[in-house]
């Protein structure tokens, strides 16, 4: 099945602690995101990348790195720069022409 | 600067009927693209529909259609025949085509739609 995954489905991060996000697609696609969504918000871009070894800053960059080594693989690490990193995280890939197909997403709790 | 405005935050509907989700949205450039998703509990994002700025026709997709007013710049989501499954949160999105934003998204905050049996 074609598809986007993302691991794990809940995590936890203790303070001063680094965790990564996994972000993986069958799909071909060359564009990936990842986007936060706090309770009762829409999507904020975090970065985003539209080719291997290449990625951009979106709107809420600081406290996250993230790679794209892999065309099928777009990890994002939550440093712990990020005083407030609790929320849902979802990852998306697009191919050229238009939409973007979105992961059941990463909901991240601080212990 | 674009933006997305749902001033809807939460909407009922009746089971079998018909319900609108309001959209408007700003930006200065003339190619752009409209979309909406369903975010159910379990939090996964689901492509609905999608409207191109230059597209003649109101986008339609089964029970979902888009109704388009490019003079007054909305992009409201009609649903007919509204189901239980169609409790969720409905959010309108938009992809800047140009000025260097490489096809990102701006989303709205969102509409709960709550059907009623």
């Known amino acids: 099945d074609g598809g986007i995954t993302q691991s794990p489905k809940y995590l936890f991060r203790k303070e001063g602690q680094n965790v990564t996000l996994s972000c993986e697609q069958n799909?071909?696609?060359?564009?990936m995101y990842w986007y936060r969504q706090d309770p009762g918000q829409g999507l904020r871009l975090i970065y985003y990348?539209?080719?291997?070894?290449?990625?951009q800053k979106g709107d809420i960059a600081e406290g996250y790195s993230v790679s794209r080594e892999k065309k099928e693989s777009f990890p994002l690490t939550v440093t712990s720069a990020q005083k407030n990193p609790t929320a849902f995280y979802l990852c998306?890939?697009?191919?050229?022409?238009?939409?973007?197909?979105f992961g059941p997403g990463t909901r991240l709790l601080v212990l | 600067a674009q933006k997305i405005t749902q001033t809807q935050p939460g909407m009922f509907v009746q089971e079998k009927e018909a319900v609108t989700l309001d959209c408007t949205y700003d930006?200065?450039?003339?190619?752009?693209?409209l979309f909406w998703y369903k975010q159910p509990s379990s939090g996964e994002m689901i492509f609905l529909i999608y409207?191109?700025?230059?597209?003649?026709q109101n986008a339609t997709e089964g029970r979902y259609s888009l109704n388009f007013q490019k003079a007054r710049k909305s992009a409201n989501l009609v649903i007919s025949a509204s189901q239980l499954g169609d409790s969720a949160m409905y959010f309108c999105?938009?992809?800047?085509?140009?000025?260097?934003?490489?096809?990102?998204?701006?989303f709205g905050k969102g509409t709960k739609l709550s059907v009623k049996p």
């Open positions: 998306a890939s697009r191919a050229a022409e238009e939409t973007q197909y």
């Open positions: 799909l071909n696609h060359d564009a």
């Open positions: 990348s539209q080719i291997v070894n290449d990625f």
């Open positions: 930006t200065s450039d003339p190619s752009y693209g």
């Open positions: 409207q191109g700025s230059y597209d003649q």
């Open positions: 999105a938009m992809r800047d085509d140009l000025g260097g934003s490489q096809g990102n998204l701006i």
